[in-house]
């Protein structure tokens, strides 16, 4: 019976997420806002700590953010990247290597110090401000992917550096959180220099591995002419880009890392339009979703003007930071002022590796009660106001001509 009750409760949860998330992604799209605007903020309408949370079914609040439902949003972000690789070779993701890393490098290295040295200033703690710090680091590029696809930009230079960048971004990200866990664990705030390098050489390391595996043998597993049976190429696809997620988490990467490099050796094969249009289909169900379960992490119950005083500089900080770390090398690379500073703006949402951060310290005792809010406001603050200023950025500007997938890219 506990059994059938737990399935019960994740069936009516999804089922009123997806739903409300749905709605509100056709009343946005009518009245012109970024869809996946409207898909958070049903998130946070229908979620536990809203109405959500009003509303009782067999005792229990009707929807639930158990480890199920979170396991099926990590699901969902897995089959966004994996479409976002679809969008970008092996040898494109390689030529913009400098750029990527160069973006994301400052993209990590400025919001953290800037963050460190301003909550220093306010008058948080040592082990706090670094964990605050920690949490400005990391990208939520499956916000900025779903608007681009909605404007028809996925093709365009600055949404390829940006991909490129968020996923280098994104293993940065993680090397830092692996030294901030440690400092936690530990109480150390001076950790040794050459062990932070060695991890971050290791976390990269791993991701070339992961990315050459994908390359040489994806291409072999997905033979166009072989595979005639209906759907087994998109079954054979999917449990490809699902094992590199699994292996990528084993190995201490994110595993939408390990999602992103199949997509892209994909890319690169015959199989690129067949599968585009299969996981077009998963896109509709997964993508709401994601968003969805975000917004529903959203607990604003804590606030007050302490908390709003501090989530404000901290909200300040993290868009601040993010968009001069990142729009300003990529005027390097672009040479080009409107799309180097749509890099910085794609650049400034946050989230999974906030909430992780933010919940490390928290569980640690590490995070106050007020300061633990403050973060959770900085992520749902940055996941809304990046696609608004995105779509502001493209308003009035004529869509480029998108590149043929695939070989031809």
């Known amino acids: ?62 929807v639930e953010l158990d480890e199920t439902v979170s396991q099926i949003g990590e699901i969902s972000a897995v089959v966004i990247l994996f479409i976002a690789g679809l969008h970008i070779t092996p040898r494109e993701f390689l030529r913009g290597g400098a750029s990527s890393f160069t973006v994301a490098s400052l993209g990590v290295i400025v919001p953290f ?9 306010y008058g948080l703690e040592g082990l706090e401000s670094v964990l605050i710090a920690t949490a400005l680091t990391a990208t939520s590029v499956a916000i900025t992917i779903q608007v681009m696809t909605e404007l028809g930009r996925m093709h365009s230079k600055e949404a390829r550096l940006i991909l490129g960048a968020a996923i280098v971004d994104d293993i940065l990200a993680i090397a830092a ?41 994806v291409p072999r597993i997905l033979h166009v002419e072989k595979l005639r049976s209906k759907g087994s190429l998109e079954g054979i696809a999917t449990a490809t880009f699902f094992a590199a997620a699994g292996i990528a988490a084993f190995v201490g990467l994110s595993p939408i890392v390990g999602a992103f490099a199949v997509g892209m050796a994909v ?25 969805a379960i975000i917004g529903a992490h959203v607990d604003l119950r804590g606030v007050n ?91 009035n500007e004529p869509q480029e001509p998108q590149a043929v997938s695939g070989e031809a890219k």
């Open 113 to 121: 110090f800037v963050g460190y040295y301003a909550f220093i200033a």
């Open 305 to 395: 003007l302490d908390v709003l005083i501090l989530a404000g500089i901290i909200i300040a900080v993290a868009v601040g930071t993010k968009f001069a770390g990142c729009s300003a090398p990529a005027m390097i690379f672009l040479k080009n002022k409107k799309k180097s500073t749509k890099v910085g703006i794609g650049m400034v949402s946050r989230g999974e590796v906030g909430l992780i951060v933010a919940g490390v310290g928290a569980s640690a005792g590490v995070l106050s009660a007020n300061t633990y809010t403050a973060v959770i406001i900085m992520v749902a603050a940055t996941t809304i106001i990046t696609p608004i200023w995105l779509k502001i950025s493209y308003k």
């Open 1 to 62: 019976m506990a059994a059938e009750s737990a399935f019960l409760h994740l069936a009516i949860s999804i089922g009123v997420l997806l739903f409300a998330a749905k709605l509100m992604a056709e009343l946005f799209h009518r009245i012109r806002l970024p869809v996946v605007l409207g898909e958070l903020i049903a998130g946070i309408i229908v979620g536990p700590f809203a109405i959500g949370g009003l509303l009782m079914f067999d005792g229990k609040p009707l």
């Open 177 to 217: 959180l692996s030294v901030v866990t440690t400092m936690v664990q530990t109480g150390n705030l001076a950790p040794d220099i050459t062990e932070i390098i060695f991890l971050v050489l290791k976390i990269l390391g791993i991701f070339a591995a992961l990315l050459v595996g994908a390359v040489l043998l």
């Open 267 to 291: 890319a690169s094969t015959r199989a690129i339009k067949q599968i585009e249009e299969y996981v077009g289909k998963l896109e509709i169900i997964f993508a709401p979703l994601f968003f």
